[in-house]
């Protein structure tokens, strides 16, 4: 029974991967989600649906489109790949409880970043709003009674952004915390909790760190996209919460 839930929710996510992906491409550039149906994003002929299937599409074109034969953004393939990939993992680790559907909503709102924001630096309101809600019904169904806690957590932890960013901005002299990741932090907050958050800003800036080291030829503007690094940062601490959560507990004896 869990290889058949397995396959299936791998074909879901290929699938939220590839209509994720794509809302990171539209919704910067101001497109309607639903019209037009998709396109080439160089000679926007509407694409048949065959040319979309998620992971086969890009492998079987080469990563190139079918009318106008230009490259296709690896990009959209990773987030398909993700997809994939993380809705099995977090149903393997979680089966179907809260944490499965906390990462769940984790992992969708990583899909959409991963393309708005190394594309474009720009992470969606719709997409935190949308999250806050699917976050705040989950704790309705699995556990009322520590919602009031993680909404006081995500307030705090928006406001110390804030004030990091305020600082950082006096400091450095130019914007040093784009409002996105400030927002996106809230929504961390209320995912783990305030404790667990700051141990994921923590691996948000060793992940961050890597990236940057790695790019950093191509990246002379020294500007990383940090959205989706708090993301995995949050994800890190929700796979292996059995080892985080008793350590952190245990050194503030709470």
């Not at 080439?40 to 034969?69: R, V």
């Not at 899909?111 to 594309?119: K, P």
């Amino acid at each position: 029974m869990d290889t058949i839930i397995i396959i299936w929710l791998v074909l879901v996510g290929a699938i939220m991967g590839s209509f994720l992906g794509c809302m990171g491409y539209r919704i910067p550039n101001k497109i309607k989600t639903t019209y037009p149906s998709s396109f080439c994003c160089f000679c926007k002929k509407p694409l048949k649906w065959y040319m979309n299937i998620p992971i086969f599409s890009y492998i079987i074109q080469g990563g190139k489109c079918a009318y106008c034969k230009k490259k296709i953004g690896s990009i959209y393939f990773i987030c398909e790949v993700v997809g994939a990939i993380m809705f099995a993992v977090n149903y393997i680790l979680f089966k179907f409880n809260m944490e499965f559907f906390i990462s769940t909503v984790l992992t969708c709102v990583l899909i959409v970043t991963i393309v708005s924001d190394f594309e474009y630096y720009y992470i969606s309101d719709r997409v935190l709003v949308l999250s806050v809600i699917a976050l705040i019904t989950i704790y309705f169904i699995f556990d009322k009674s520590n919602l009031l806690m993680r909404i006081i957590s995500a307030i705090v932890l928006f406001a110390l952004m804030y004030a990091i960013k305020l600082f950082g901005n006096v400091i450095f002299k130019r914007e040093s915390l784009g409002d996105g990741d400030i927002k996106l932090m809230g929504v961390i907050g209320l995912s783990l909790g305030f404790l667990n958050s700051f141990i994921s800003l923590f691996f948000a800036s060793v992940t961050g760190l890597i990236f940057s080291l790695i790019t950093l030829k191509k990246n002379k503007e020294g500007i990383i996209p940090f959205g989706p690094f708090l993301i995995i940062g949050a994800l890190l601490v929700l796979y292996f919460s059995n080892i985080i959560t008793p350590f952190i507990y245990g050194v503030f004896k709470i």
